[in-house]
C-alpha cells in the first residue's frame, strides 16, 4: 500500500509518517488547527505543517492579511 507523503507548506519537508504534524483549513474570515489524522490531513482544502513552528508562521501571516 503506497502511503501519501505530504509536504509543510512552509519549508517543504515531506513525509509519509508526519508525526508532531499540524493541519489547517482556512478561510478569509476562519481559521481551523486540527491536531494530525491521516483522515483530517486527506480532507480538501487542508494545509500541512511538520511542526508547531511551521504551523504558527502560517498563523501570523494570516492574522497579518487584509480579510475579504
Do not use: F
Given at each position: 500500500?503506497?502511503?501519501?507523503?505530504?509536504?509543510?507548506?512552509?519549508?517543504g519537508?515531506?513525509?509519509?509518517?508526519?508525526?508532531?504534524?499540524v493541519?489547517?483549513?482556512?478561510?478569509?474570515?476562519?481559521?481551523?488547527?486540527?491536531?494530525?489524522?491521516?483522515?483530517?490531513?486527506?480532507?480538501?482544502?487542508?494545509?500541512?505543517?511538520?511542526g508547531?513552528?511551521?504551523a504558527?508562521?502560517?498563523?501570523?501571516?494570516?492574522?497579518?492579511?487584509?480579510?475579504?
Amino acid at each position: 500500500m503506497i502511503q501519501t507523503a505530504y509536504r509543510c507548506e512552509i519549508c517543504g519537508a515531506e513525509s509519509r509518517n508526519p508525526k508532531g504534524w499540524v493541519a489547517i483549513q482556512c478561510a478569509d474570515a476562519k481559521l481551523t488547527i486540527y491536531k494530525w489524522s491521516p483522515e483530517v490531513a486527506d480532507a480538501p482544502d487542508m494545509l500541512h505543517y511538520c511542526g508547531e513552528a511551521h504551523a504558527q508562521v502560517y498563523i501570523s501571516r494570516w492574522l497579518e492579511s487584509p480579510c475579504g
